[in-house]
Each structure stands twice: as structure tokens, then as C-alpha cells.
């Protein structure tokens, strides 16, 4: 039996295994009764029929040490919070706040409100921490309350009513804003909306109040009723739902409206197609995706595609309009990928840790790592030598329009050397052979199928 993922440790009552190709969950005697009664209610088996929670089988013999073992399907990827669009972020909160309500119609509860407990398969949310659930006990009030706001509302606030992504603050604060933070950002006129009072301004007044303190008890003593649970509940989804974020014209949403873009679409595709009729991959990773244009292409044709954009407006209206099956979407600047975070650096892995892939599209990107990022030649096609696949990937030319424009601020001086084709093609030759080749309509661009030497 292979030792607990190293993301699994907080709940001691459930860890999760994952023993080669299978998914296992490990529970412990309190775990085993808060599996118990959640598969003999009628919400589990609508839940998952319905897509909204993870299936499991439960094992008849489980491994020594454990009370009982649980199966999970395996997912394509897991991705992180800091890692999603403003309406992934909403979708998720409003499956946690849906589940929870109905769970409690059922006698149930969830013991904790973490987006960590949710991923996405398919383009939909879907809960998979079955370990969170348990039985409700009478007078308990909803446990998760501070850490929903934290990680859900807040997140969600900062992007709708201030303008500023929440992804940087996840990032670097996993646990989430506070609400004497989220006090701090709002402006007056928002402090004093119902939901701004209720949710940050009181909330921060208790945390400052009620510090090193334990309310649990006394909210069990003075008859805390599943009522109010319910009647928060209840608030906080009309509240979710409301919120907006306008990414029209942010980013590069009209990128594929550019002249050389829609012109070479088809080009790029067929040269993509016949790279993947060679390779036959399992996951291909979309570097730069865009409208996961090639993405789809490559889950047409049997992979699972991961659409990799820095842009959140570009994947919010891929995420909007549907990425289709076998897509995932990840939120992540290339020149500064998501890494490995949380305890002794390993409970959450970095992004190419998890997303390993068996070919790699590269398209329209190396030269906005280049001009824009500044990162030397040789240093981008080492790092594409690195994911040990084969990559198909555009070359641009100093002389191309897009490079144009996107060193205009910028002296010679200011570049790095190696930039022009024959450049590029010694570097490629030392750590690549080059498959096959293509060049483009204007002169200034040539794709590459390369497998690495």
C-alpha cells in the first residue's frame, strides 16, 4: 500500500491513497460512520447521480490499520483555487452552499467550506471529499461558515466589487482573506450594503472580539437551530449568485480576431492533427491556450487536453461558452507557474508536477516568453526539452508584426541574442530532433513537431 497523499493529512478521520492506478480513501472508525450514514441516504445516491459529488465504492476487506476503504475514480487533474477563472471560483461556491443545504435535509452535515474540496471534470464542479461529510448534531452551528467566507465569498468580493483578481491572494495565502482584510479593501458605500455588514464588518468586529476564544459550545448550549444554518445558507446563494465580473475586452478575449491568427487556424490544426495521429497521446498540455481552439482538437482526438492560459479573461469566456469534454482549464502565468505549496512544500505540487503530459502544444507562445518575459531563447526550449515529449511549437520571427508591437518600448540592446530562425534551429537541434516542419503563409513563422533527443 502505497503511504497517504501528501495533500491528505488534515482530517484525521479520512485520508486518501493513491495506490498506482487506483484511489483509495482510508477512514477511520469516525470516518466509517460518516460514510455509513451518508451512502444510506437517499441525497448520496441523487448527488452523485446528478454529478455533483464523486462516486465510491466501499471496500469489503480494507487495508490493516484502516476501520474502512473507500474507491474513487481517478480524475484527470487536480487543480487548485488560484488556479481558476472568477466563474469556476462562483460555480464551486454554489455547489458547496447546494450540497450542504441538502445534506442537512437529510440529517447531514458538511464539516468543512474549502474550494480545495471541489474540482472540475468536464467543464462542472464536482464535490470529492466524501471524508466531510458526517451526521448533524442538534445545536451544532455551520462549522464552515468562516472558512466559506474566506476562501469562496471574500475571493469572489475582491474580483466583483473591486476589480482585482483573487488568484495572487490564494496563491500566497491559501487559508484565504480574512475578513478584517476584506473590511480593509471595500469602500465605505460597500461596508454598508447588507451583505458587507453582515458578512465582513460584523464578522471582522467578532473575530477581533471573540479572539483565542471558542464560541462552538456556547452556541450548542444556547440552542443553535438548523433553521438559521439554513436561513445563511440560503442568504449567501442569492448573495453568490449575484455577483458579476465583466471580462469583456480584458486581455487578449479578441486575440483570435487578429489577421494572422484567423488565417493560419486551419493550417495550424492539420499540422497539430497528424502530430497527434503519430503520438497517440493520453494528455496533451495546451501552453498559451487561448479559446482552447487546440485543445478541443487534440480531445477530439482521444487526449486529455489541459488548456494552460495567464489570461483569466480569455479562460472565463472559454469557461462561459464551454470548454467541452476532456478539457481542463488552468489558470496559470507561464513565466511564473503555479509551484509547490503548502506543508513541508509538498501538500499541494506544482502545476507540471500534476499536469505531466505526453505531447505539448506550443502555439503563439515562445515569443511572448521571449519579448515579453524577457526569458532567453536557449532557457524556453530547454524548458519545452524538459517535459520529455514531443512538441509542436511556432517559431516566430523578430521581423513578425506581433514581435513588432511587442518590443516597441524596447532597445536592441535590451533583447536577448538568438532570436532570429537560424538561432532557434541550433537550439532545437542540440536537445530535439526535429519530425517534420511547416512554414507559414507570411514568411515570419514556422511550426515544429519535435521529439526530444
Request: aromatic share 8%; with cysteine; hydrophobic share 45%.
Amino acid at each position: 500500500m502505497s503511504p497517504a497523499d501528501p495533500g491528505s493529512f488534515r482530517d484525521p478521520s479520512s485520508r486518501v491513497v493513491v495506490d498506482g492506478p487506483r484511489v483509495l480513501r482510508l477512514l477511520d472508525e469516525r470516518g466509517l460512520e460518516g460514510w455509513r450514514a451518508l451512502v444510506a441516504s437517499p441525497f448520496y445516491e441523487a448527488a452523485v447521480a446528478d454529478g455533483r459529488l464523486i462516486s465510491a465504492t466501499e471496500l469489503d476487506a480494507p487495508p490493516d490499520g484502516a476501520a474502512g476503504a473507500l474507491e474513487h475514480p481517478r480524475l484527470p487533474l487536480i487543480t487548485y483555487p488560484y488556479e481558476w477563472t472568477f466563474s469556476m471560483l462562483k460555480d464551486a461556491a454554489l455547489l458547496q452552499l447546494g450540497l450542504l443545504e441538502d445534506a442537512l435535509a437529510a440529517g447531514l452535515t458538511i464539516k468543512d467550506a474549502t474550494p480545495y474540496n471541489i474540482q472540475f471534470v468536464d467543464g462542472r464542479p464536482v464535490f470529492i471529499d466524501i471524508g466531510s461529510f458526517e451526521v448533524y448534531r442538534a445545536g451544532e452551528p455551520w462549522i464552515g461558515y468562516r472558512q466559506f467566507t474566506r476562501q469562496f465569498l471574500f475571493p469572489l468580493l475582491l474580483r466583483a466589487w473591486r476589480g482585482v483578481p483573487f488568484q495572487p491572494w490564494l496563491r500566497g495565502q491559501p487559508e484565504g482573506i480574512t475578513a478584517a482584510e476584506m473590511r480593509a479593501m471595500l469602500p465605505g458605500r460597500r461596508r454598508l450594503q447588507p451583505a458587507g455588514l453582515l458578512h465582513v464588518v460584523l464578522q471582522a468586529r467578532m473575530e477581533r472580539k471573540m479572539a483565542g476564544r471558542s464560541v462552538r459550545q456556547d452556541l450548542q448550549r444556547a440552542g443553535f437551530r438548523v433553521e438559521l444554518i439554513l436561513a445563511n445558507i440560503r442568504k449567501l446563494r442569492r448573495l453568490v449568485s449575484s455577483l458579476e465580473w465583466d471580462a469583456t475586452g480584458e486581455g487578449w478575449t479578441d486575440y483570435q480576431a487578429c489577421c494572422h491568427v484567423e488565417r493560419d487556424r486551419a493550417t495550424k490544426g492539420e499540422f497539430l492533427v497528424a502530430a497527434l495521429q503519430r503520438a497517440h497521446p493520453g494528455r496533451v498540455v495546451d501552453l498559451g491556450a487561448n479559446d482552447g481552439h487546440f485543445s478541443r482538437i487534440a480531445a477530439e482526438h482521444g487526449a486529455h487536453a489541459i488548456a494552460v492560459d495567464g489570461d483569466e479573461a480569455v479562460l472565463e469566456a472559454l469557461y462561459r461558452g464551454g470548454a467541452g469534454e476532456h478539457v481542463s482549464l488552468v489558470l496559470s502565468d507561464l513565466a511564473n507557474p503555479s509551484p509547490h505549496q503548502g506543508w513541508a512544500g509538498v501538500e499541494r505540487p506544482g502545476l507540471f508536477e500534476r499536469a505531466r503530459p505526453d505531447l505539448v502544444i506550443a502555439y503563439g507562445l515562445i515569443h511572448h516568453l521571449i519579448y515579453t518575459s524577457s526569458i532567453p531563447p536557449a532557457a524556453v526550449t530547454e524548458w519545452l526539452r524538459g517535459f520529455g515529449c514531443p512538441v509542436v511549437v511556432e517559431f516566430v520571427a523578430p521581423e513578425d508584426e506581433m514581435v513588432v508591437a511587442l518590443i516597441g518600448n524596447k532597445l536592441v540592446e535590451e533583447l536577448h541574442t538568438g532570436r532570429d530562425e537560424a538561432a532557434f534551429r541550433q537550439v532545437v537541434a542540440e536537445r530535439f530532433t526535429v519530425r517534420s516542419e511547416l512554414s507559414l503563409g507570411t514568411g515570419t513563422r514556422v511550426l515544429f513537431e519535435l521529439d526530444p533527443r
